[in-house]
Every structure is written in C-alpha cells, then in structure tokens.
C-alpha cells in the first residue's frame, strides 16, 4: 500500500498507483526470481513521477521455464473500477529483445490511432516503457545479456473492461494497462475544480509581467508545450476536463490573456460547445471533425469514413489522405475560439494550439506564437 497522501477541499484523501505500475513491479519480480529462482515477496519500483513504491508480490509461480507473480493495484481513494484487483507478469527467457504482450483481461487494439498498432496488447506507451527499464535493470544486475518474454495480465479485466470506455474505443477483451506518473491522485469535480482556482490564483497574484495564462487539459498539452518551445511545466495549468470553468474563474480573476495547448481528441469537443470534455458527459468528436471536413469541400465518402473512426488520429490520416486537412483544421479551430470568446463573454484574448501526437501541430491561431514567447519571458 502506497500511504502518499493529498489534501482536496480539505480533506485528507490517500493516493494510489497505477496499472502500469503494478505491470512494472511484478516484471521486475517475476524476471528478479526467473533469474535467482528465489522468491520475492517485496519488490521497489520507480515510478515516473520520482517515487519509489515498495509493494508486495503475490501468487508465485516458480516453473522451469517460467516466472508468474502479481501485484495488487491499489487505486488509494479514487474511483477506480481496477482497485484491489490483481495484474500479472509471467517472465520467461529469449535469446534476445525485450518482447510484452498482454495475457487474459488485457484489452486489444482492434482500431488504429490509440498510440499502439492494430492487434497489440492494450498496453500504454509509459507503462511499456517502464516494464522494459524494470527488466533491463534486473538483467543488468545479474550480468546477464539474453532476451526476455514478458506478458501482462489480469484475469478480472474482461468483465472489467465492459465497465470501461474501452469497446467503444476499439479496445476489446480486457482493461487497458495505464499511466504517465505511475501514481493516482484522488480528486471529486468540486475539489480538482477548487484546486484549479487556487493555482490560477496563484498564477495571477505571482506573474509580473508579459501576464498570459497558458492552459492545458492534461499532461499531453504539459509536456508539448515543454518539449516544443522549452515551456517549464510549472507555468502551464492543467484544467483536466473542466475548460469551461476554468474559462470562468479567469474571467472573474482578470486575465486578459490566454494560450490554450491541447490535444485534438479534447479540444474538438470544445469546438462543439462542450465544455466539460470528460467522456462520460459527451463525445461528439468524429460528428465535429465530419461537419468541419464538410466545410472544407470533403466528398460524402470521406464524411461516411470520418464518422466510423474510432480515434482523432484515425480521422486525420483521412483527411491527410484527401488533402483537406489544413482547411479541415481551420475551420475546426475558429470553432474552438469562438466557443472559448463566447465563454468569456469576448473580454479575454484567447490564442489556442491544437497537435496531435503523430502529426504535431495541426492548427495555431494567429497570436499564439506570440504569446508562446511572452510565456517564455514571464515572471512569476
């Protein structure tokens, strides 16, 4: 049990870790006691965010060709389907490579664009990585220079995964291994939308000068915005799914400027006037991309193909494929930005930044360059 902790809307809420965390962990075991043929009953991995976690290791298996061991996932006090129950590893030997698949209740990709080929295991870029580091550092700390098999599962993930967005993504068969930070914070709407008005608080009481506020709905935007232009995460506020509140409370503090960096699959909602872009309160993603595609001279073929991706990235190959993406894209974000004026009853500058994580950037209003470089110069 993970016993970092966090402080919403005064309360004490305990934090969790992640599925990806857990696959990682009982990698490291399984390929620890694969090697040593001991068996681990404790196992410290470290997550991405910095922390190392300290997490048992459960329902060994010891055979002559194999290791199995489990970790339980541990979701603190957030809401999480996944919470308390088991994922798997089974580690076996290669003559070289380092090669993850999914086993029983890991979803499969059957829909291109959701960041792993058709047919892969549903398992996230992040947590791939740190499944392979944790290998890598257990066969580095034996000498050893072989290849190894690792295969992620968890036998409760098929029923499971009907509880999740997952069938209606193109993931089937299973839950999704999960993660950038490796840790859960726990978070109700009230609180993370309170902690958003602290931080922008904040924001406004400590810039100095060139004042524009850059927001983000996620880590995505965070770490483009850091990776593109040398943005320092600290100056970006990640607004999560809450845009049109976040667009409220910057209203009512006085910003006179914003830059919003996001991900298309967030912010072609806001294109249709949804501004809370959580999933479960509406999609409307691929029905706004073919109504912008239409605009821009789109053949009703195209529009059929547009309605029936899964995936924004899916879609843009499409419109790359029929040369109306740059049109498409336009008139998708003069959308965005009128939605965002309108929210702020036209008293704020907005600038807005739409990328993707295969293709880059795909549209930039005509300030947001600007205000890239007044951000970069800001004080606070």
Known sequence: ??????????????????????????????????????????????????????????????????????????????????????????????????????GKGIGRITKPGLGQPEGAAAINSVPRKMITQAALDELENAGLETGLEIIISAPEGV???????????GIEGGISILGTSGITEPMSEKALIDTIYVEMKQKKAQYSIHQVLLISPGNYGKNFARDTWG?????????????????????????????????????????????????????????????????????IKT???????????????LLKENNILNKTMDIMLGRIISNMKNRTENQIEIEVIVFSNQSGILAKSGRALEFIELIKRQHY
């Open 303 to 317: 529009a059929q193909d547009i309605l029936l991706c899964t995936a924004t990235d899916e879609a843009i190959s």
């Open 159 to 169: 029923e499971l995964a009907k509880k999740t967005f997952n069938p209606r993504l």
């Open 1 to 102: 049990m993970y016993s970092g902790y966090v402080y919403k809307n005064h309360k004490k809420l305990r934090c969790g870790y992640t599925t990806g965390t857990c696959a990682a962990a009982a990698t490291k075991a399984a390929v620890r006691m694969l090697i040593t043929r001991i068996p681990v009953t404790e196992i410290i991995i470290n997550t991405p965010k910095g922390i190392n976690l300290q997490l048992k290791i459960l329902d060994i298996k010891i055979t002559g060709q194999s290791v199995s061991c489990a970790v339980k996932k541990d979701a603190g006090d957030d809401t999480d389907c996944t919470d308390g129950i088991l994922i798997y590893s089974n580690a076996s030997f290669l003559p070289s490579g380092i090669v993850i698949d999914g």
């Open 231 to 299: 943005i320092d995460l600290g100056q970006c506020l990640k607004c999560s799914n809450f845009i049109g509140e976040t667009l409220d409370m910057a209203l009512m503090l006085g910003f006179e400027k914003i830059l919003f960096t996001g991900h298309i699959g967030k912010l072609i909602k806001v294109a249709a006037g949804i501004m809370n872009t959580h999933s479960r309160i509406a999609d409307a993603r691929m029905e706004t991309l073919c109504s912008c595609a239409v605009l821009a001279g789109c053949s």
